[in-house]
């Protein structure tokens, strides 16, 4: 067996693009992975490549551990297929989700299933502090764990703001107050393990995308809401990221020019107008006293308040049109609704549709389920550990393709 565990540098260079063949190995192994046990001819139906060469990419991939073959299906009339699955136990991944003053982490095998969670809080908000966070959680998950560091295929880090993966650049982030801080490589100098960085909402689209609501559809957007309003995209099985990794500031589309101010400096943007401060700054200016709580405003809406309705009314409407908008532009199957803020969704969710059904082009309404979806952050950090899981074995798998006959 080779050694296929990346080695801590390897993530510090630029993501190249996959060949074809990469990109079919890879597309085998996430059918496999997602969809197994699965016989060689539905991995082909799945891929759409043809059965041969389906038959080609699996070699490899067993003879490398990563695929186990399973007993003989029985009463399939034909020839006997013999389902494939993904070796669980073969490699594990730390996954984070960075929050202010909380860290929540866990460790996961291939399946993505949990092995260990936990959750911390920190103080020191400084790059140096944050990763010696990062390196304590770690610690702490791998002592709970059978699973050793040297079978560890990485970490992989969520945060919120604008985070450029490719280059493991923390572009700008808010809550921590950080701007252009390279903390994939920070992390890679402390801990030496391979390390990816995400924006979190990507991070947990990884996770729906794997083994949540979006693992039967090529295509879906994932909003979140609460303090504020994100957004990932994965298209044709694809995360897009942008072209620096800001695709998806959904929360920062303006949607009312004559609307409050936002941190970034523009006014009236999404974000501004249905995050958690929005909420409650409209709660106090209808009660005519301070209201600093979204669970107030909702205890109050609950209780019959009107005014307390109308502003979760007034929400409904600004993502019903700003949503509206995201279907006319992918005209997606699904979109996930999801983060802190869903917590109030049966006080916006009516607004929320009829603005749809009013606003998005033609049939996109239509054509599209909007699903409310409570994700806890272990959830997120799971996620942050699947792009790991994702990142190193597709490089350990475009090793193999020397070996797949052409
Ligand atoms: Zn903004």
Same mark, same amino acid.
């Given at each position: 067996?080779? &050694?296929?565990?990346?080695?801590?540098?390897?993530?510090?260079?630029? /993501?190249?693009?996959?060949?074809?063949?990469?990109?079919?190995?890879?597309?085998?192994?996430?059918?496999?992975?997602?969809?197994?046990?699965?016989?060689?001819?539905?991995?082909?139906?799945?891929?759409?490549?043809?059965?041969?060469?389906?038959?080609?990419? /699996?070699?490899?991939?067993?003879?490398?551990?990563?695929?186990?073959?399973?007993?003989?299906?029985?009463?399939?009339?034909?020839?006997? &297929?013999?389902?494939?699955?993904?070796?669980?136990?073969?490699?594990? %991944?730390?996954?984070?989700?960075?929050?202010?003053?909380?860290?929540?982490?866990?460790?996961?095998?291939?399946?993505?299933?949990?092995?260990?969670?936990?959750?911390?809080?920190?103080?020191?908000?400084?790059?140096?502090?944050?990763?010696?966070?990062?390196?304590?959680?770690?610690?702490?998950?791998? &002592?709970?764990?059978?699973?050793?560091?040297?079978?560890?295929?990485?970490?992989?880090?969520?945060?919120?703001?604008? $985070?450029?993966?490719?280059?493991?650049? $923390? /572009?700008?982030?808010?809550?921590?107050?950080?701007?252009?801080?390279?903390?994939?490589?920070?992390? /890679?100098?402390?801990?030496?393990?391979?390390?990816?960085?995400?924006?979190?909402?990507?991070?947990?689209?990884?996770?729906?995308?794997?083994?949540?609501?979006?693992?039967?559809?090529?295509?879906?957007?994932?909003?979140?809401?609460?303090?504020? $309003?994100?957004?990932?995209? $994965?298209?044709?099985?694809?995360?897009?990221?942008?072209?620096?990794?800001?695709?998806?500031?959904?929360?920062?589309?303006?949607?009312?020019?004559?609307?409050?101010?936002?941190?970034?400096?523009?006014?009236?943007?999404?974000? %501004?107008?249905?995050?958690?401060?929005?909420?409650?700054?409209?709660?106090?200016?209808?009660?005519?006293?301070?209201?600093?709580?979204?669970? &107030?405003?909702?205890?109050?809406?609950?209780?019959?308040?009107?005014?307390?309705?109308?502003?979760?009314?007034?929400?409904?409407?600004?993502?019903?049109?700003?949503?509206? %908008?995201?279907?006319?532009?992918?005209?997606?199957?699904?979109?996930?609704?999801?983060?802190?803020?869903?917590?109030?969704?049966?006080?916006?969710?009516?607004?929320?549709?009829?603005?749809?059904?009013?606003?998005?082009?033609?049939?996109?309404?239509?054509?599209?389920?909007?699903?409310?979806?409570?994700?806890?952050?272990?959830?997120?950090?799971?996620?942050?550990?699947?792009?790991?899981?994702?990142?190193?074995?597709?490089?350990?798998?475009?090793?193999?393709?020397?070996?797949?006959?052409?």
């Amino acid at each position: 067996m080779t &050694q296929t565990t990346a080695s801590p540098d390897d993530t510090g260079a630029e /993501v190249r693009a996959y060949s074809s063949r990469e990109h079919h190995l890879g597309a085998v192994f996430e059918a496999v992975l997602t969809r197994g046990p699965l016989s060689r001819r539905d991995a082909a139906r799945l891929t759409g490549l043809s059965a041969a060469s389906v038959t080609k990419l /699996v070699k490899p991939m067993i003879s490398h551990g990563y695929l186990i073959e399973n007993v003989r299906e029985a009463g399939v009339p034909g020839r006997p &297929q013999i389902p494939l699955q993904v070796d669980a136990s073969r490699h594990h %991944a730390v996954g984070i989700k960075l929050m202010d003053g909380e860290i929540v982490g866990v460790v996961a095998d291939l399946h993505a299933e949990v092995q260990s969670a936990h959750r911390m809080k920190y103080r020191d908000t400084t790059p140096e502090g944050v990763v010696s966070a990062i390196d304590e959680m770690t610690g702490i998950l791998l &002592q709970r764990t059978p699973v050793k560091r040297e079978r560890l295929l990485g970490i992989g880090i969520g945060l919120g703001g604008h $985070v450029n993966g490719a280059t493991g650049v $923390v /572009v700008e982030s808010p809550f921590l107050g950080w701007h252009d801080v390279p903390l994939r490589r920070l992390v /890679v100098e402390r801990m030496n393990l391979p390390v990816v960085i995400e924006n979190d909402v990507n991070t947990l689209a990884v996770a729906e995308q794997w083994f949540g609501a979006g693992s039967s559809f090529p295509s879906f957007a994932l909003v979140t809401i609460g303090v504020g $309003v994100g957004c990932a995209l $994965v298209l044709d099985g694809q995360l897009w990221r942008g072209v620096s990794g800001a695709a998806g500031e959904f929360g920062h589309m303006v949607v009312d020019p004559e609307g409050p101010e936002c941190h970034c400096g523009k006014r009236g943007c999404l974000e %501004a107008v249905v995050g958690d401060a929005a909420i409650a700054g409209a709660m106090s200016a209808a009660a005519g006293r301070r209201i600093t709580k979204v669970s &107030q405003v909702v205890a109050r809406a609950h209780a019959g308040d009107l005014d307390a309705q109308q502003v979760f009314t007034q929400a409904g409407l600004a993502l019903g049109r700003a949503i509206a %908008a995201l279907l006319n532009l992918l005209n997606p199957p699904l979109v996930i609704l999801s983060g802190e803020g869903i917590t109030a969704s049966d006080l916006f969710i009516d607004a929320l549709r009829a603005e749809l059904d009013r606003d998005a082009f033609s049939t996109t309404a239509g054509d599209c389920t909007v699903l409310v979806r409570p994700l806890p952050d272990e959830t997120w950090a799971r996620g942050a550990a699947a792009t790991m899981l994702r990142h190193g074995v597709l490089r350990s798998l475009s090793r193999l393709t020397q070996q797949v006959q052409s």
